[in-house]
């Protein structure tokens, strides 16, 4: 009996002392921590979506009871949101998941597809010439190249409509094209597939020349070089040499695009909804709107998230392959860069042309139509819709006085600054950390664990997501309004930024470095702030940048959540629902001003940027 | 196999110059390795030469065909130079097999498949890299990527291989192994080989001629033993050999056209030279090579071991001397207690003269006391 005990206090104090050794290493702390906080934070939402999406809504009751002569109440369980969405109905509600469910998603897809190629044809494109040919202005084009990303996405569609609405098309609005030229183009160039394509390829794009350019930066020069000494053609070294390594940049960008694509919910609503093109996430809002659909908004959330899971599994499978790429990087100095003489003049020329068009022209949009008082007559200018220290009269809605000395614009204006500042700070703290936790245990399950999961919110749609939330914060009332509640909305939702960012400056860093400072006594907190962070310090200042600029820009993520007072973003939605022109391009004037300013001096003061936020170089 | 020629070659990058008025012949057959510490230029002649890198002016010819004039406006592309290049990292695509490898550069040339084939079995085996013919090159070690680099280059059967440290990348021993083969492979090929290098024992033993640069500037450019005799300046002098030639002050007066009484080390000595020379206004200084100093008990002049470092097959002693610490390399293992009082010789009729202002090598000859 005694022996027994004596040695089962033994094997406690065994276990118990191997425990402690494990965990007097910080960075198993670190993996642990967060592997369970990143479980909480998304297997509880996923729980909660699974859930709703098997219980009754309001409305769902009610149409499940007469076509299938249930007896529901809003909030049983049941299947039927299943049924209902996905397969062929009966009688009158017969097309009902064609035209919620079936027809969207292959909008969705269809629009994601479009989207996709046209931001990997203009980023790549952009990519080659900037990295690998003599082409002029570099500094210029990949610095405002990256506008288009760091605006909102819905800004590009604001300004298609500015330009493209036309008196033959929707309400009539006249806009910029037909007041200065008097050419209407035709319907489905306005509104529709093809504009929601065009803008949110566009808006990717960038993210496309960061993720390929960094590669092909990264790319040891003499990998090209090599194939040229064996007199390989141009072309053949294109198709046999480059793009084959870049693959799995493009794959990346695809991931990423068509997931974002699939997901947004600002363009479609701008420039598809008029024309009644809509997409799932439209479909999800509109599902969603009132909460009277909410089983079924939950199940075309899960649709989403599992696309987002697809595709994931299709990166990782292709990347994890044999033909492993980890031998790309090299420290070739030498990089002689293709001539494109003649050309270079034209290219030149067309890029600037275009880049002003994406990049330059959408701010200068805002700042004009903040300032005619009769759209679409630019001898109307004024500047009473930011200077006006009194009510400003005409609209359906009180308005206040002008965005300047307007008390409900400022107010929104510092809520959202004060989020995203808080976020920002929460989420690249956190991005720091994981990244450290992940590359110090590299390879092990833990690791691979928290990585993925930290990239997660990735997939989940910021609609679903926001809804999500409702439904928990339903629960937890303590939550509901609150700066609390928009903050750990924020926090998970941008987690995979400052993930990413943070594991690949930590990945870059060997342990000898850490290792050097623990030989010599430093303690973990001073191996962090003095040695680690120094050395990325950029890296790791971006992965506080992109959730700060995201957060500053976020609509569809904080629309359900919110008052439409509390936030800039949420205002200018108000704003824009209810036709106040001027004010609504006035606030997006600002939000796109503080974005770029933040940006830029954040650049210039500590080198970090988006680009290396994303994952770039 | 052609002969290459460059005259006055000049690279550029705004103020900095890269390479500086280079005058170059490389002949047939020769196996040339262009020698120097980083940054002295000459990995941008050997990416000039193979039409990776534009010169800023000169001309570059292969036999009488011009690859590159500024003046003529004349830019032949790499691709069309049919030069080999082993690249410092070896440039393995990641994305292609070890074959797919070795045959890109067939295919590009439209070898027939059959003949492809042949060609990669072939090189495979030459290389004893057969086993691996279907890996990635992220499968292979630093050693064997070497190989398949190697076989990649010599696959299309270059007339001109140029080869940027290939060996810099391995470690000790598979380095000299690499070596051995490096030389065989010149001989089997009877192609003409540019080696770029900054390890001079390299230079020394691959080479039948070898091209010492610094900052840009040609120092030497001649036969390895010849470059290790008769250095032209006390750059070439102290960069060559290991450990490094005694560079020592001396003070010299002329006695007749072949000899000069010169005060070194403390001692007042006659040197007589191999060749009439004339003593410049600036002084002088000995170059001594480390086995030319002969530590015997009845030695001419007097030192204290300042260390003594064995190493087997020869020790390397350095002695004090004044301020001065010279190194000797004696035959055997020897140990000397440290500070310990000892006297040497200066042997040999290798003995270098120095002119101390424009650091030329003036003559050679022997050093006799009294």
Excluded at chain 1, 357 to 362: K, R, T
Excluded at chain 1, 375 to 398: F, H, M, N, P
Excluded at chain 1, 542 to 571: A, D, H, N, Q, W
Excluded at chain 2, 75 to 83: D, G, I, L, Q
């Amino acid at each position: 009996m005694s022996k027994n005990g004596s040695e089962g206090r033994k094997s406690g104090q065994k276990l118990l002392y191997r425990a402690k050794s494990y965990f007097s290493v910080q960075a198993n702390v670190l993996i642990v921590l967060f592997a369970v906080l990143l479980l909480v934070a998304t297997a509880y939402p996923m729980f909660s979506v699974i859930r709703s999406s098997l219980t009754a809504g309001q409305m769902e009751a009610m149409m499940y009871n007469s076509l299938f002569s249930t007896k529901l109440k809003t909030g049983d369980f049941t299947w039927l949101n299943f049924k209902m969405l996905l397969t062929r109905g009966t009688g009158m509600m017969a097309d009902w998941s064609v035209m919620q469910f079936w027809k969207p998603l292959w909008n969705s897809l269809r629009m994601s597809t479009y989207a996709c190629l046209i931001a990997i044809l203009i980023g790549g494109t952009i990519a080659f010439l900037i990295t690998r040919t003599d082409i002029r202005c570099k500094k210029f084009f990949s610095s405002v190249f990256i506008f288009p990303y760091i605006m909102p996405s819905w800004t590009l569609a604001l300004v298609w409509k500015n330009v493209f609405a036309n008196s033959n098309v929707g309400t009539g609005v006249v806009g910029m094209l037909e007041s200065l030229t008097g050419i209407c183009v035709p319907a489905w160039v306005v509104y529709g597939i093809f504009p929601c394509s065009i803008v949110m390829g566009i808006h990717y794009a960038p993210f496309a020349y960061i993720l390929i350019g960094g590669t092909l930066r990264n790319m040891d020069a003499n990998l090209e070089e090599a194939a040229t000494i064996l007199q390989a053609g141009r072309g053949r070294i294109l198709r046999k040499i480059t793009i084959p390594i870049v693959m799995p940049a493009l794959f990346s960008t695809v991931l990423l695009v068509f997931s974002s694509t699939m997901a947004s919910y600002a363009v479609p609503v701008f420039v598809g909804s008029p024309a009644n093109f809509f997409v799932l996430s439209t479909r999800l809002r509109s599902l969603y709107e009132g909460g009277i659909y909410t089983g079924q908004a939950y199940v075309m959330t899960i649709a989403l998230i599992l696309f987002g899971m697809i595709l994931l599994g299709l990166n990782t499978w292709f990347t994890g392959k044999r033909k492993s790429f980890t031998t790309v990087t090299g420290k070739s100095g030498q990089v002689s860069y293709i001539k494109i003489g003649k050309f270079n003049y034209v290219i030149t020329v067309i890029l600037v042309i275009f880049l002003f068009l994406i990049s330059i022209f959408p701010i200068i949009s805002f700042a004009l139509e903040s300032m005619v008082a009769k759209q679409g007559d630019y001898s109307t200018l004024t500047l009473k819709y930011w200077l006006s220290r009194t009510e400003i009269s005409g609209y359906a809605v009180a308005v206040g006085n002008g965005i300047l000395f307007n008390r409900n614009i400022l107010n929104a204006l510092w809520g959202s600054i004060k989020l995203s500042l808080i976020v920002s700070l929460i989420v690249g703290s956190c991005g720091v950390l994981i990244g450290y936790a992940v590359a110090r245990k590299r390879g092990t399950k833990l690791a691979g664990l928290v990585s993925g999961l930290a990239f997660f919110p990735y997939l989940v749609p910021s609609m679903a997501f926001g809804a999500i939330f409702l439904a928990v914060a339903s629960k937890l009332t303590f939550l509901r309004g609150t700066l609390l509640l928009l903050i750990i909305v924020g926090g998970i939702k941008y987690l995979p930024f400052a993930t990413r960012s943070g594991t690949n400056a930590m990945m870059q860093l060997s342990g000898e470095i850490e290792e050097a400072a623990l030989i010599v006594g430093a303690s973990w907190p001073k191996r962090m702030l003095r040695i680690l962070f120094p050395i990325q310090k950029s890296a790791f200042i971006s992965g506080y940048l992109l959730p700060f600029v995201s957060c500053m820009r976020e609509l569809s993520l904080f629309v359900l959540l919110t008052k439409s007072g509390t936030l800039i973003t949420t205002l200018l939605s108000y704003f824009d629902e209810k036709a106040v022109n001027q004010m609504s391009n006035g606030i997006n004037l600002l939000i796109v001003i503080i974005v770029l300013l933040v940006n830029f001096t954040t650049n210039k003061l500590t080198g970090a940027s988006i680009d290396k936020g994303v994952g770039g170089n | 196999m052609p002969k290459i020629t460059l005259t006055h070659v000049t690279k550029q990058w705004g103020n900095f110059i890269g390479v500086n008025d280079l005058n170059l012949e490389i002949e047939d057959g020769a196996f040339v390795t262009l020698l120097g510490s980083s940054g002295c230029g000459k990995t941008t002649t050997l990416r000039m030469i193979a039409g990776l890198e534009t010169p800023t002016h000169g001309e570059i010819r292969f036999d009488d065909k011009i690859m590159f004039s500024d003046e003529k406006n004349i830019n032949v592309p790499a691709a069309k130079r049919e030069v080999g290049f082993l690249f410092q990292n070896y440039a393995l695509w990641p994305h292609m097999t070890v074959t797919q490898n070795i045959a890109f550069g067939l295919e590009t040339l439209k070898w027939k498949k059959p003949e492809i084939t042949e060609r990669v079995k072939e090189m495979l085996k030459t290389l004893r890299i057969e086993q691996f013919a279907d890996r990635y090159p992220a499968e292979l070690s630093g050693g064997q990527q070497q190989r398949v680099a190697i076989a990649r280059t010599l696959a299309p059967k270059p007339k001109v291989l140029f080869m940027d440290e290939p060996l810099s990348n391995l470690d000790a021993k598979l380095r000299g192994e690499m070596r051995t083969e490096l030389k065989r492979l010149h001989r089997d090929m009877g192609a003409t080989f540019v080696y770029v290098t900054h390890d001079q024992l390299e230079a020394m033993t691959l080479s039948s001629k070898i091209c010492l640069m610094n900052e840009g500037v040609l120092q030497q450019y001649a036969p390895p033993l010849t470059v290790y005799n008769r250095p032209s300046n006390l750059f070439v002098a102290d960069f060559v050999g290991n450990p490094s030639m005694n560079i020592v002050d001396a003070k010299a007066e002329k006695k007749d056209a072949k000899t000069a009484a010169v005060d070194v080390l403390g001692k007042r000595v006659t040197f007589h030279a191999n060749e009439e020379f004339d003593l410049p206004d600036g002084g002088v200084c000995l170059g001594i090579r480390p086995e030319f100093l002969f530590i015997s008990e009845n030695g001419a002049f007097e030192g204290s071991a300042y260390s003594t470092l064995p190493a087997g097959m020869e020790t390397t002693v350095k002695i004090k001397v004044g301020e001065e610490i010279l190194s000797a390399v004696m035959f055997g293992a020897i140990d000397y207690e440290t500070d310990a009082k000892l006297r040497y010789d200066i042997t040999g009729d290798n003995i270098l003269i120095f002119d101390r202002g424009t650091t030329r090598c003036i003559a050679s000859g022997s050093i006799v006391v009294g």
